[in-house]
């Protein structure tokens, strides 16, 4: 079945380094692509999406390219804040109206 | 933006009695919410699809008989923990698609999540 799976944790930074959260998925067709993000005690917010093949989505200064010859979507930020710090979520959905697939999600701790 | 709710936020119950959580779509209508139910430090994991009207439809290893799931109505779905145990205890959050859907993806809008404790 369909899969996300994501670098294992937590990822810890000082405030501008350059942050990369790899993750790659298993599916059939063409899924569409999410990154969501849950700060301390809250529920998931979406970040960024892609839906096809070479799109790259962006928020907040992360982004991420949709890579179907690699089946991956990496997030990159250029330079974190202390403020990024939270748990990041890869997703896909691989047919409208269902659930989505989330990876096992990554922490990051970003410090001043 | 598409705003989902979530109540409680927080609730401690004893062993054996009921919790019923509620999911609200607040400004749009939703034919279609899911519960994920997320353990400490891991992923969400879907626990069943709510359609409005029908019943839901639950995922392998999930007890209907436990989390009895009842959509009424196209901007609320309830979740209740029935004869609950400290197993139980997890952070449940819903999310919900908007109806008009129109989107070359699927987003789903989630909510704050509710934090349930079993003593």
């Known amino acids: 079945g369909d899969s996300v799976t994501q670098m294992e944790g937590p990822v810890t930074l000082s405030e501008e380094a350059f942050l990369t959260i790899n993750c790659t998925y298993t599916a059939t067709g063409y899924p569409s692509l999410f990154w969501y993000v849950q700060y301390p005690g809250e529920g998931l917010q979406l970040l960024l999406k892609?839906?096809?093949?070479?799109d790259k989505g962006s928020n907040k200064g992360f982004e991420a390219t949709y890579r179907k010859e690699t089946t991956s979507f990496h997030l990159e930020k250029g330079s974190v804040q202390v403020s990024d710090s939270a748990v990041y979520f890869c997703?896909?959905?691989?047919?409208?109206?269902?659930?989505?697939?989330f990876g096992k999600g990554t922490t990051l701790s970003v410090s001043s | 933006g598409a705003v989902v709710s979530q109540h409680p936020s927080r609730v401690i119950c004893k062993s054996g009695t009921s919790v019923k959580i509620e999911c609200r779509s607040l400004d749009f209508q939703a034919t279609t919410m899911f519960w994920y139910r997320q353990f400490p430090k891991q992923s969400l994991m879907l626990m069943a699809t709510s359609n409005e009207g029908s019943k839901a439809t639950y995922e392998q290893g999930v007890e209907k008989d436990k989390f009895l799931i009842n959509h009424a109505s196209l901007t609320l779905s309830t979740l209740t923990v029935t004869s609950a145990h400290p197993e139980d205890s997890s952070f449940y959050i819903c999310?919900?698609?908007?109806?008009?859907?129109?989107?070359?993806?699927?987003?789903?809008?989630f909510g704050p999540g509710t934090r349930l404790t079993v003593l």
């Open positions: 999310s919900a698609r908007d109806i008009r859907g129109g989107s070359s993806y699927n987003e789903q809008f």
């Open positions: 997703a896909l959905s691989n047919q409208a109206g269902t659930a989505l697939i």
């Open positions: 892609a839906t096809k093949a070479d």
